[in-house]
């Protein structure tokens, strides 16, 4: 497809397990974000990266919250030992990273509730 | 830290009725501004953007945001809403100068356009 793609779309969880979100930004997009919208908190930065360069890992708000990208592709942000306050909306971005300004375009997000 | 405020959470309003939603930061350098919208069961999508240049930009669907740089402010604006512009509408800004590319996103405002 054209745009960025997540899964799961939906995943319900129990408190205390650990849970894999998927990411699969624009083909030749470069930079990948990922993003949390909750009731409480809005919209809120998590993770950045950007071709082979190292993370900004400065949004993750626990060291139970992780991201990794493979291949400089795919993404997958993994949450361990979930809390009911991960619940929320975990959204994907993609863009250019041309060098200059650019657009972020987002996924469809992945809803995640945990019990 | 930057901030960005949006002025209204919920705005009401009849079809053919003028919009206008307030956006300010807090940041004093160069920065990139965006407005997203999230219609209903859809996922963010790009209303307009302003890098440089001319400080009243155009975007999608009739919408207008002006860029006043002396007020930190780049508010959005309708002439005239439809039915089909009941949303949500989430300013964000990224620091041009700031490594990394992160939004950083106001707490959105939901439209609700009454036909």
């Known amino acids: 497809g054209a745009g960025v793609s997540q899964s799961p779309s939906n995943k319900v969880t129990e408190k205390g397990k650990d849970v894999e979100l998927r990411c699969d930004p624009i083909s030749g997009h470069t930079a990948l974000y990922w993003y949390r919208q909750s009731l409480g908190q809005g919209l809120e930065f998590l993770i950045y990266f950007q071709g082979n360069s190292a993370p900004d890992k400065s949004g993750l708000p626990s060291d139970r919250f992780s991201a990794e990208r493979t291949g400089g592709s795919v993404s997958t942000l993994t949450i361990q030992r979930t809390q009911q306050e991960d619940s929320a909306v975990y959204l994907c971005?993609?863009?250019?990273?041309?060098?200059?300004?650019?657009?972020?375009?987002f996924g469809p997000g992945t809803r995640l509730l945990v019990l | 830290a930057q901030s960005v405020s949006q002025h209204n959470h919920h705005v009401i309003l009849s079809e053919a009725a003028s919009l206008e939603l307030g956006c300010n930061y807090s940041?004093?350098?160069?920065?990139?501004l965006f407005w997203y919208v999230q219609y209903p069961g859809q996922h963010l999508q790009l209303l307009l953007k302003?890098?440089?240049?001319?400080?009243l930009v155009k975007g999608i669907k009739g919408f207008e945001a002006e860029f006043i740089k002396s007020k930190f402010s780049f508010n959005l604006r309708k002439p005239s809403v439809q039915w089909s512009d009941t949303a949500e509408y989430f300013c964000a800004v990224k620091k041009e100068a700031a490594a990394g590319n992160k939004l950083t996103f106001g707490g959105g405002t939901r439209v609700l356009v009454k036909p």
């Open positions: 971005a993609s863009s250019l990273a041309s060098g200059g300004p650019e657009t972020q375009y």
């Open positions: 940041y004093g350098g160069t920065v990139n």
């Open positions: 302003y890098f440089s240049g001319d400080p």
